[in-house]
């Protein structure tokens, strides 16, 4: 962990990127797009002769920046990953994954008058084998997620498969019963438990069912699928459902969702949370209750997609907090990945795709909504008068910004702001 918990908490905007393995963040980028044109030129003729020799590279300008107290180490590596020879793979935020090539050195800089901070400049070339069909972010997204389900079930029946003795083979069991016990009082103790608990206790029940049919180690795909699902029906309460496509009756009223998508995230991750301190005593175990805890946190990131966000902050925070907890379980498989890379390795790598789509997907989000910016109005001004200034001369859009003022600064008294600053969306 680098000087801060978290680097978005003082470096807001930071938007995570990796180049040959190297995590590191990407405030700024620009790419070049257009054609290689050759326009040549003839005595006499004022129309030049023209020669077109196909799509230009597209060359990509990056600023890197990491902050951290291993920051050394880590300019050390990015200098590796530049002086290695051949393609590499750079994690864009915006872009995607692609391959690579820099022709021109990097520069890494370091500053006295910023010590755990480091930050670069590199010209990277793309390597275009095929030219890569144009997917929808959220189709990107969710694709991720469920390559993260499919992933995290995987890895349990791998980490379950070989095992023999039946005292490890029975504390695996009993670790997803206690998980599964957690789910549910966690999601009982929520105050829209009427709407959850008959979906939320079948995927329980699903659990239980598993652990009695993988007495004998001959099921683990079945204790698996019912682990790493057990989210689910959290995220699908708080989605909305896709439209059907036969036209309802007429008068046919569509369900009231039992949560919000937010709402649902919130879970989620209060679950994962909670099962963070579930204490396990060998690798089956623990490979059980880490897959669980992938799935909440995909399941959320699937529910993610659904919220209505009101501002850039708003979107920002959601998406630094959901890859904060996927970059924890990110390292936690890792881990796994250096005993066991056959059951480790696929987990991790898609965790790692799921936080590219991620970033992708909200980061379109964000640069389509409006920004919530912090005033300091003059002593005793009214709102309505600041609502003027910011809105214009639209009635409508007057009244709006006055009314939004008024609630998210909590108002009392609208004619006479006494709060030393105010929130205003724009």
């Not at 791998?158 to 504390?171: D, E, Y």
């Not at 879970?267 to 396990?280: I, M, P």
């Not at 799935?295 to 902050?313: F, H, K, M, P, T």
């Not at 379980?329 to 059951?343: H, K, N, V």
Request: overall charge negative.
């Amino acid at each position: 962990m680098g000087l801060f918990d978290d680097a978005f908490d003082h470096l807001p905007g930071l938007l995570p990127a990796m180049f040959r393995g190297v995590p590191f963040f990407m405030p700024d980028s620009d790419h070049e797009a257009g054609r290689r044109l050759l326009l040549t030129y003839f005595p006499g003729i004022d129309a030049p002769g023209l020669d077109d020799f196909g799509r230009a590279p597209g060359v990509i300008h990056v600023t890197g920046v990491y902050v951290g107290e291993d920051y050394v180490v880590r300019a050390l590596a990015l200098q590796a990953a530049f002086e290695a020879p051949g393609i590499a793979t750079l994690l864009h935020p915006w872009l995607g994954e692609m391959s690579v090539v820099a022709e021109q050195p990097a520069v890494i800089r370091f500053s006295d008058r910023a010590l755990g901070l480091i930050t670069f400049d590199a010209t990277l070339t793309p390597v275009r084998t095929s030219l890569a069909p144009v997917v929808s972010t959220l189709a990107g997204l969710l694709g991720a997620v469920d390559g993260v389900i499919t992933a995290a079930a995987s890895f349990v029946s791998l980490a379950l498969a070989g095992v023999s003795a039946v005292a490890v083979l029975s504390h695996a069991h009993d670790t997803a019963t206690a998980c599964a016990a957690l789910v549910d009082d966690t999601v009982s103790a929520a105050p829209e438990v009427s709407g959850l608990s008959p979906t939320v206790a079948s995927a329980i029940e699903a659990v239980a069912d598993a652990v009695a049919a993988d007495g004998g180690g001959a099921a683990p795909a079945q204790l698996a699928a019912a682990v790493v699902a057990i989210g689910a029906p959290i995220a699908a309460a708080g989605v909305t459902a896709a439209p059907s496509a036969i036209s309802p009756a007429a008068g046919y009223v569509a369900p009231a969702k039992p949560i919000s998508a937010r709402r649902a995230v919130t879970l989620l991750r209060a679950v994962a949370g909670e099962l963070a301190d579930v204490e396990t005593l060998n690798t089956p175990a623990a490979s059980v209750a880490l897959a669980m805890r992938v799935g909440l946190v995909a399941e959320a990131v699937r529910a993610a997609a659904d919220i209505d966000y009101e501002s850039r902050q708003d979107a920002t925070t959601v998406r630094a907090a959901l890859d904060d907890e996927l970059a924890g379980l990110a390292g936690e498989t890792a881990t796994f990945a250096y005993d066991d890379p056959a059951a480790g390795a696929g987990l991790w790598r898609a965790v790692g795709d799921l936080r590219a789509a991620l970033a992708r997907d909200l980061n379109e989000i964000i640069g389509r909504l409006p920004s919530v910016i912090t005033v300091r109005p003059p002593a005793g001004i009214s709102a309505w008068l600041i609502a003027q200034h910011f809105a214009g001369d639209d009635p409508r859009a007057v009244v709006a910004m006055f009314e939004d003022i008024v609630t998210r600064n909590r108002l009392r008294h609208p004619g006479v702001i006494t709060t030393e600053t105010i929130e205003i969306l724009l």
